[in-house]
């Protein structure tokens, strides 16, 4: 099955916590603080795989997640640590940012990579918190926050030249004489369901070659295979638009012509800025003297196309459609290729949030909460039992200004603050 669209949720390794410890040897009477450094948490990072062709692995598992780091111990030994956490993924899969809707990377070099959601750093174990004057430090730093997000995979394949037009008109015959790929051909409507790609060989020279399925009328609002298999034609070069000349589908090939070029204009306008050749196939059932084939030359290069008569089955017209494509294919060689216009996901702003010092307070109707980022690693470093540590702590939510705002909102003595699940009570007394 081809699937070309998944959500899955991230998350980095959480970063290790710093080591509180002292020596404890014979013979050394006074040993310092010796707690090492915690170990940073592994990374997300996501790399295109030329060897996978679409996302059905996602389809059944959603959930992926880095090492955390090893915590800090003692002599000074740091924590390892995690591994990184290495997603490969068909090339040509852009990886969006579910909450904001921007586009994180846009995989289309086989190899490429980029991290996606980075480790927490490890926390400082105590040794490294020793002066001269504090010199037998009871506490140490917290690891870093893992970081976590839902990722939307969209792929769009990477092909040279895309084959469009109405159902049943030959398209998968053309890839399928063309190339050695072996798509399934029957006489009824979408018997392609998914796309198929092979690479031409023709003259000295080779391209990659695609079936776009499932477009119809109504196809940019989602009729049919819609806006599944429109977008990967984003990403061809040149397009052979496939009309079937004899009408043997009972429609006409001028309004087939008009009604594909019009679902793709709506879908991007761009789409039809790309060079376009018009394969009149099924030439076999009539002749390049039948007026109808006639009428629709005459329309269809009036607007700027070239036409070529073709029988895909017969093997009529085929070379001289592909050399057409390399020719195009030659001439963009020179042209810087066309960027695509995303909203790109800001990774420097991700990196350094700038409310992560932000202290929030609210009142829950029974103590005042306090929330916070960094907050939340000061409180997980802070030893309860040491007054330095709780000093650093109540310092820290006073410059902050949380203080003042609970006098605003009416704080008194003996009413509660809670930071996390730990409560206590407030004093209107600047002792600490």
Do not use: C, W
């Not at 927490?120 to 976590?148: C, D, L």
């Amino acid at each position: 099955m081809f699937v070309d669209r998944a959500k899955i949720y991230i998350r980095s390794g959480k970063g290790g916590d710093g080591a509180v410890s002292f020596r404890r040897e014979p013979f050394v009477p006074e040993g310092g603080p010796d707690g090492g450094d915690g170990g940073k948490g592994g990374d997300v990072i996501f790399q295109a795989d030329e060897n996978l062709r679409t996302l059905m692995d996602f389809r059944y598992k959603r959930k992926y997640e880095a090492e955390n780091g090893q915590n800090g111990m003692k002599k000074k030994r740091f924590g390892k640590n995690g591994k990184d956490l290495v997603i490969k993924v068909p090339v040509g899969t852009m990886v969006i940012d579910e909450e904001s809707g921007l586009l994180m990377k846009d995989l289309t070099e086989n190899g490429q990579s980029f991290v996606a959601a980075r480790g927490g750093k490890g926390g400082k174990g105590n040794a490294r918190y020793a002066t001269p004057t504090r010199q037998a430090p009871n506490f140490a730093e917290a690891g870093g926050f893992a970081r976590e997000r839902n990722v939307i995979l969209e792929m769009k394949l990477i092909a040279d030249v895309g084959l469009v037009g109405f159902p049943n008109v030959g398209k998968s015959t053309l890839l399928s004489v063309a190339t050695s790929a072996r798509p399934k051909i029957a006489n009824y409507h979408f018997t392609t369901i998914e796309p198929n790609l092979g690479v031409v060989q023709i003259f000295d020279t080779s391209f990659v070659m695609a079936d776009i399925a499932g477009i119809i009328e109504g196809a940019h609002e989602g009729a049919g295979l819609g806006h599944k298999f429109l977008k990967h034609i984003e990403r061809t070069k040149v397009l052979i638009h496939v009309v079937d000349v004899a009408g043997s589908e009972g429609r006409d090939p001028i309004e087939d012509f008009d009604k594909i070029n019009g679902e793709l204009e709506q879908y991007s306008p761009k789409l039809l800025k790309k060079p376009q050749i018009v394969a009149a196939n099924k030439i076999d059932l009539i002749s390049e003297d039948d007026p109808g084939y006639l009428k629709f030359k005459e329309y269809v290069e009036g607007l700027g196309y070239r036409v070529f008569p073709m029988s895909a089955p017969i093997n009529i017209g085929v070379k001289e459609v592909l050399a057409e494509a390399a020719a195009q294919l030659a001439r963009l060689a020179d042209e810087p290729a066309p960027e695509d216009e995303y909203e790109m996901f800001d990774f420097e702003a991700d990196e350094h949030d700038p409310d992560y010092r932000n202290v929030d307070v609210t009142f829950d109707g029974k103590s005042y909460v306090l929330e916070g980022r960094q907050l939340e690693k000061i409180f997980n470093s802070t030893n309860f039992n040491d007054a330095g540590s709780l000093r650093y702590l109540y310092r820290y939510i006073e410059k902050s200004g949380a203080i003042d705002r609970m006098r605003e909102m009416g704080i008194e003595d003996g009413d509660i603050i809670r930071i996390k699940d730990f409560e206590f009570e407030y004093v209107d007394e600047d002792y600490l």
